[in-house]
């Protein structure tokens, strides 16, 4: 009886070139991703301003804004401390002066 030869291994140059298809798939996915958050991020920072901008048709006007709670006038900063996992808390006053809730927190 014969003995059976082992077939032979599959070269090594087909495995890892697949790696590196994998991984240059794995970074195009990724740019493609950060693209697509920059646009979003840019678009939401947009209509943030433009809601808050009292020019052009259609667009609410900031006194309108604030009764709608969307704002808070005239606001300022009087504390800033580290929270857990490394986020910032950061504690808001209004000003003195508008009439509305003075010294609120």
């Known amino acids: 009886a014969a003995a059976m030869a082992p077939e032979p291994a599959a070269p090594r140059s087909h495995a890892r070139s697949g790696g590196r298809e994998e991984h240059a798939t794995v970074e195009a996915f990724v740019e493609k991703m950060k693209k697509l958050i920059q646009l979003e991020k840019n678009a939401e920072k947009e209509l943030s301003l433009s809601s808050l901008s009292c020019k052009g048709p259609g667009q609410e006007s900031f006194a309108r804004s604030v009764r709608r709670g969307t704002c808070i006038r005239r606001l300022t900063c009087?504390?800033?401390?580290?929270?857990?996992?490394?986020?910032?808390l950061i504690t808001l006053k209004r000003m003195s002066g508008d009439g509305e809730g003075e010294g609120q927190t």
């Open 78 to 88: 009087t504390a800033v401390e580290s929270g857990m996992l490394g986020r910032t």
